[in-house]
């Protein structure tokens, strides 16, 4: 990449440098998850546009590489079981139970205001 950089680079700019190594929809999300690499960014937002300095290009060469989770990413929430244990289960079970008995051993309620109407004439 003897080349020498523009000093700003549009996304398709990068994304014709990276013609045939990512897409755009690929880039985009890769560029939300990794807006720095090593500690530096990636790549920067002006007005809404993503932007990619000269000396910023090569880290997002490098983080693209590096497609690992390992670099400076987000940890995000780690579950040991997606399946409830046995208790639980029984637990849940039962509250259901429990509430649809109170439904119906509830008394009816009145479905009128308070207010009567007689249905008689004249009144």
Same mark, same amino acid.
């Given at each position: ?36 690499? &090593? ?60 509430? &649809? ?10 479905? &009128? ?11």
């Amino acid at each position: 990449m003897g080349e020498k950089l523009p000093e700003l680079m549009t996304l398709p700019d990068v994304l014709e440098r990276l013609r045939g190594i990512v897409g755009r929809t690929y880039l985009l999300k890769h560029l939300r998850e990794y807006p720095e690499f &090593n500690g530096r960014p990636t790549h920067r937002k002006i007005g809404g546009k993503v932007v990619v300095r000269a000396e910023d290009y090569p880290r997002l060469l490098e983080s693209l590489e590096c497609r690992s989770k390992s670099s400076n990413a987000k940890e995000g929430k780690r579950y040991t079981s997606v399946v409830p244990s046995a208790e639980k289960a029984f637990m849940n079970a039962q509250t259901l139970l429990t509430r &649809n008995l109170q439904k119906l051993s509830a008394p009816k309620e009145k479905r &009128n205001s308070g207010r009567r109407v007689s249905m008689a004439s004249g009144q």
